[in-house]
């Protein structure tokens, strides 16, 4: 299957071959580098794909979301974000459905205005019955720091590769071995 590509290989010797791996690691770091820097445009992690179904009909497994978090933005009620509690690796996409403002007195002098960063927030999934109140793991609403972003965008069905290759081990190893094959037989 293989045999005229490791005769070429062969027949090319060492020089052709050193290039291979510094090809495959720039093909790498290219990807992380576009991946971190949505991750930067947007103020937030990266893109996040969605792995439960607590958000139907809106969104679906698979989808792939893009955030956004400006700190100077206020939330509303209909936004949907994303947040992580403390202690919970997983984070959650759901929609607010209400808020509440903490007025915090700065120098003896109350505030007119409240600001983004003291907001509180209640969210709940689409597909759900109840708040997530019990999800927060003993607080009664989300704090500022909890929320990672707004969803700005998706696109459908586009995470559903982030979810095989976390599903089954095996093919992001199959994955990965083929790439490094190509980058080793890759004429250039």
């Known amino acids: 299957m293989f045999a005229d590509e490791l005769k070429t290989l062969r027949r090319l010797g060492s020089r052709h071959v050193r290039p291979a791996p510094m090809n495959f690691a720039s093909m790498l770091a290219s990807r992380l ?3 971190k820097g949505l991750g930067l445009l947007t ?17 679906y497994r698979g989808d792939l979301f893009f955030l956004v978090n400006p700190p100077d933005t206020r939330y509303q009620t209909g936004d949907i974000t994303m947040y992580k509690i403390p202690g919970w690796d997983t984070p959650i996409v759901y929609r607010v ?11 003896g002098v109350r505030e007119k205005v409240p600001r983004p960063e003291n907001q509180l927030l209640l969210t709940k999934g689409d597909n759900n019955y109840l708040d ?26 586009v995470g559903y590769v982030t979810i095989a290759l976390n599903d089954f ?20």
């Open 33 to 35: 580098t576009i991946w």
């Open 43 to 59: 103020k937030t992690e990266s893109p996040i794909v969605v792995i439960l179904m607590c958000m139907e009909p809106a969104f």
């Open 97 to 107: 459905l209400e808020t509440h403002d903490v007025v915090k007195p700065i120098n």
């Open 132 to 157: 997530d109140v019990e999800l927060y793991q003993g607080l009664d609403w989300l704090e500022r720091k909890h929320i990672v972003g707004k969803v700005r965008g998706f696109l459908p069905y």
């Open 169 to 188: 081990p095996q093919l992001k190893y199959a994955l990965l071995g083929g790439l490094g094959l190509l980058a080793l037989v890759q004429r250039e």
